[in-house]
């Protein structure tokens, strides 16, 4: 089973929305590994690891967030997986 790594960062109103929250359930149910943090600059910061389907399904879940959420910019970038297990709110 092939696995990809992928980096992922939003801007736009995504922090105070549940974004985090929300992104650890998507990622759960599609038994996706990783995590997410609000960064300082208040964007948000996920890794999502698993099976390519699964990471692409997150990223495009990312480009719109929760229902409260807007998220103006995404940037994606490719990670060598690192075998990470569980996903986590950082």
Not at 38 to 59: K, L, Y
Request: glycine content about 8%; aromatic content about 6%.
């Amino acid at each position: 089973m092939a696995v990809i790594r992928r980096r992922v960062v939003v801007t736009g109103r995504v922090q105070g929305v549940f974004f985090r929250d929300s992104t650890r359930r998507e990622a759960r149910r599609r038994r996706v590994s990783g995590w997410v943090t609000n960064r300082e600059d208040g964007s948000v910061e996920a890794v999502f690891e698993g099976e390519p389907d699964a990471v692409d399904a997150m990223i495009a879940w990312t480009r719109r967030g929760p229902v409260r959420a807007r998220v103006d910019r995404q940037t994606v970038t490719e990670e060598e997986p690192t075998g990470a297990s569980g996903f986590a709110v950082v």
